[in-house]
């Protein structure tokens, strides 16, 4: 198993979060996104919020790939409507290159 930590900013907006917070209850996330994640080697994944800055821990199946998960997101329509709703929430991190969304994080201390 291997685990990953990526980080996005939300817009500075008290009703837009909110939105964004409603859309990943599980009652009103879509099905075909729970399937994608379950389905690509995610064997878990939790966002949190703080502010406007979000952190996403992804524990993933030892054999799981971003490069492919990102083409086969790329090549799903349902997918690519869910990331283009999403964006109207999200705004990348000063860090992000051109294009970039989720960042990832660098792990410095294990315990």
């Known amino acids: 198993m291997k685990m990953y930590c990526l980080t996005l900013?939300?817009?500075?907006?008290?009703a837009l979060i909110e939105e964004y917070k409603r859309y990943h209850q599980p009652?009103?996330?879509w099905p075909e996104?729970?399937?994608n994640i379950r389905t690509h080697g995610v064997l878990s994944e939790e966002?949190?919020?703080?502010?406007?800055?979000?952190?996403m821990v992804l524990q993933?199946?030892?054999?799981?790939?971003?490069?492919?998960?990102?083409?086969?997101d790329k090549a799903n329509p349902t997918m690519q409507a869910w990331e283009e709703l999403?964006?109207?929430f999200q705004k990348a991190v000063?860090?992000?290159?051109p294009g970039e969304k989720w960042v990832?994080?660098?792990?410095?201390?294990?315990?």
């Open 47 to 55: 966002i949190f919020l703080l502010g406007t800055r979000m952190v």
């Open 9 to 14: 900013d939300l817009k500075d907006d008290p």
């Open 27 to 29: 009652d009103i996330i």
């Open 86 to 88: 999403m964006w109207r």
């Open 33 to 35: 996104v729970m399937e």
């Open 60 to 72: 993933t199946a030892a054999d799981f790939s971003f490069e492919q998960k990102t083409a086969l």
């Open 94 to 97: 000063p860090e992000a290159k």
């Open 104 to 111: 990832l994080m660098e792990k410095i201390f294990e315990a």
